[in-house]
């Protein structure tokens, strides 16, 4: 061979060998989206008693990220076909501020994810589907640990369709950011995480929720206080007319509370206020207006007449394997409320971690 064809032959391949690469990127960026799409559309329908499905995948090697486009998630034997995930995008990514730090980490950004929690699809045929098994597989489909979230223009609903009208009990316009969910910086503190989140209630009512947590634990610890605020009252008619045969005419709703875990141990409260509350509408008939004036009756004798509120102060205490609600403090919330001091319309902060820290040691050395 002479000297120039070895010449031609190695300028050949010289420029062979890139372009062979250059191609077999493009073929599979071309091919990953549908390799990823059904590999997710795999996942889901391995989840028992659930079905799901996903309409399509976008891949941004660039970001080191893929978008997940219109998830949803249902149970097989739901009776509506209201999905009770659908989540419309979903944005997972390399954190690369986190690299820095030597952590190869996850951040998800979700734009209107709705779960609805429908009360007949989810009691459909008997045994419910264990929440591990879709919770489980919802994380298997990101690669690595989520160290960051970001939910924007969120929706959380429990309805229960055979209810006369349609309970729809919701919160809209959600938008949450969880922070340093993997620990990845603040190492020493007991709770490491923030979490923030502000949403639109039933009647146009304002939910803000602040907190710390650890989800690095089997059992996350966390220290979270929420309020509803300025909540129309006759948002709940369709509640309390199922479960109570009474409703509003008029009057505002607040709910106050606070939550601290501490090594699996709960201890909280939850705060409910109706302020300026009116019931019987004029269009009632007499036995659902004789049944009201019964309620308000008592209304009238528990509330606080000086504000003109009735509330009640709900403690939440014990094991979360075991959580419960204490009937007779509740009681004597409700005629403290009316007759020595009327609850303020703010979170009261008298619940910490350290209370939750205490009663869990408390329970430890009990158990020795």
């Known amino acids: ?7 031609r032959g190695y300028k050949k391949k010289r420029f062979l060998i890139p372009l062979g690469i250059i191609v077999f990127l493009i073929v599979l960026r071309l091919f990953m989206p549908v390799l990823v799409k059904n590999y997710v559309n795999g996942v889901l329908a391995d989840i028992p008693g659930f079905y799901g499905h996903v309409d399509g995948i976008d891949i941004d090697l660039y970001r080191g990220a893929y978008v997940i486009e219109n998830m949803t998630l249902n149970k097989v034997e739901a009776g509506s076909e209201v999905p009770f995930l659908d989540f419309e995008k ?12 030597g952590r190869i980490v996850s951040e998800i950004e979700m734009n209107r994810p709705k779960v609805i929690y ?3 699809d989810q009691q459909e045929g008997g045994t419910a589907p264990e929440a591990d098994d879709w919770t489980k597989a919802l994380t298997d ?7 960051n979230l970001q939910i924007t223009d969120g929706t959380v609903a429990f309805v229960q369709i055979e209810a006369d009208p349609t309970i729809d009990l919701n919160l809209k316009n959600l938008n949450l950011n969880a922070t340093n969910l993997r620990n990845v910086v603040q190492k020493k503190r007991t709770l490491p995480s923030d979490i923030h989140a502000t949403a639109t209630s039933i009647g146009q009512g304002d939910l803000v929720l602040d907190g710390k947590m650890n989800l690095v634990k089997e059992v996350p610890d966390m220290d979270i206080a929420f309020s509803v605020t300025d909540a129309d009252a006759k948002a709940l008619n369709d509640f309390t007319k199922y479960y109570a045969e009474i409703d509003f005419e008029s009057g505002t709703f607040e709910v106050f509370g606070e939550i601290a875990i501490a090594d699996g141990f709960l ?15 004029k269009e009632d008939g007499f036995l659902e207006t004789l049944w009201e004036g019964f309620v308000g009756f008592f209304k009238f004798v528990l509330k606080n007449q000086k504000n003109n509120t009735l509330a ?3 403690p939440l205490e014990g094991n979360l394997n075991n959580l419960g609600t204490k009937t007779w403090p509740t009681v004597t919330n409700i005629f403290k409320n009316a007759w020595v001091k009327a609850y303020k319309g703010v979170v009261d902060n008298d619940i910490s971690f350290e209370d939750a820290e205490k009663e869990a040691d408390g329970k430890k050395q009990k158990a020795k």
């Open 1 to 7: 061979m002479s000297k120039n064809k070895r010449k």
């Open 90 to 101: 979903t944005d997972i990514s390399i954190e690369w501020n986190a690299l820095v730090k």
């Open 118 to 120: 429908v009360l007949e």
């Open 141 to 147: 489909l990101v690669p690595i640990s989520i160290n």
């Open 267 to 281: 201890k909280g409260s939850i705060k409910p206020i109706i302020k300026n509350g009116k019931l019987v509408g």
């Open 312 to 314: 009640t102060k709900v």
